[in-house]
Nanobody, 124 residues
Framework: QVQLVESGGGLVQAGDSLRLSCAAS????????MGWFRQAPGKERENVAG????????IYSDSVRGRFTISRDNAKNTVYLQMNSLKPEDTAVYYC?????????????????WGQGTQVTVSS
């Protein structure tokens, strides 16, 4: 059972930046994938970014592309989400997720482990 622990959320103003971190309790294997999702009240969980662990293949949703950057630190078994130029519509609970099968996907049902979530609130 892999545990994922997120940190870095908070309350910021529009235009500010935040960096979320997600540390895994064990070594991430090169065939695994990690992703960041978010869920706002009354909305479905949305994939915002994903990364493979063997190379540098990444994906982003249209709503965050160019503003958010996903990265990883293999030695620390940690994935990051750098969020710049934040907007009020980015307000949500952000979750990191681990998929223990090959292939990047945006479907939350395809991920096997989840963090507890961290709140990001962007005021206008």
């Amino acid at each position: 059972q892999v545990q994922l622990v997120e940190s870095g959320g908070g309350l910021v103003q529009a235009g500010d930046s935040l960096r979320l971190s997600c540390a895994a309790s064990e070594r991430i294997r090169y065939t695994w994938r990690m992703g960041w999702f978010r869920q706002a009240p009354g909305k479905e969980r949305e994939n915002v970014a994903g990364i493979d662990w063997s190379g540098s293949d990444t994906i982003y949703s249209d709503s965050v592309r160019g503003r958010f950057t996903i990265s990883r630190d293999n030695a620390k078994n940690t994935v990051y989400l750098q969020m710049n130029s934040l907007k009020p519509e980015d307000t949500a609970v952000y979750y990191c997720a681990l998929r223990t099968r090959p292939g990047i996907t945006t479907q939350y049902k395809e991920y096997d482990y989840w963090g507890q979530g961290t709140q990001v609130t962007v005021s206008s």
